[in-house]
């Protein structure tokens, strides 16, 4: 079992609608989590961080944390073509972002 | 304020060879990251350094590799021996704090022929 799961997809959603983007990871300990947003060729990019059970939001993006479950999502409102990219989840033990395990990465594709 | 730099971009060794590459962080920063990322995988992390310090390095494959961030230059990693394994994009990262947000660099695509 990997630490850090996604769904590698491809996940492709209408222009326009909710893009859910879920990541589970399995060790309790972990206190940091993290989202990258990752273009084909590109290096990745930090949308959100969460650290407390619960929502986040910022703009179109929302950050859900369920520690009980192990568990972390990205939701993308009104998705937009320019959001088609992979997307990474990462966790750590700590609050140190350099240390994060990553997964593997959900790509989607966003049609207009 | 320029980002974190790395060079060359592009890397092609043959079997035996080595590979150097270099990264240079943000102005400010004094942590840094290295990653290696496989085709279709997320990152796995590597090493993380602090000037003229190795803080971890639990990542990093026991031979071959090594890597260094002198106190005046950039941040190196260096791979020995380079096999056809070691292709990859490497990133590196880096923070102002260990606490911070990390920026990444647009990596070094390393092709060994």
């Known amino acids: 079992q990997k630490e850090v799961e996604q769904n590698s997809g491809p996940l492709s959603v209408p222009e326009g609608a909710i893009a859910s983007l879920n990541c589970t990871y399995s060790?309790?300990?972990?206190?940091?989590f993290f989202w990258y947003r990752q273009y084909s060729g590109k290096s990745p990019e930090l949308i959100m961080f969460i650290y407390s059970n619960g929502d986040k939001e910022d703009g179109r993006f929302t950050a859900q944390l369920n520690k009980a479950s192990q568990y972390v999502s990205l939701l993308i409102r009104d998705s937009q073509p320019s959001d088609s990219a992979t997307y990474l989840c990462a966790v750590t033990h700590n609050t140190n972002a350099g240390k994060s395990t990553f997964g593997d990465g959900t790509t989607l594709t966003v049609k207009p | 304020n320029a980002g974190v730099m790395q060079n060359p971009r592009h890397l092609v060794r043959r079997r035996g060879q080595e590979a150097r590459l270099r990264c240079s962080p943000m102005?400010?920063?004094?942590?840094v990251y290295w990653y290696r990322q496989l085709p279709e995988e997320g990152l796995k992390f590597m090493v993380y350094l602090q000037k003229e310090n190795i803080i971890d390095e639990s990542g990093m494959p026991k031979e071959r590799f090594s890597a260094e961030f002198p106190k005046e230059g950039p941040s190196i990693l260096r791979i020995q021996q380079v096999v056809r394994g070691d292709s990859a994009a490497y990133f590196c990262?880096?923070?102002?704090?260990?606490?911070?947000?990390?920026?990444f660099g647009s990596g070094t695509q390393l092709s060994v022929l």
């Open positions: 990262a880096s923070s102002r704090d260990e606490s911070e947000k990390l920026f």
């Open positions: 102005k400010g920063h004094s942590h």
């Open positions: 060790d309790r300990g972990s206190q940091s």
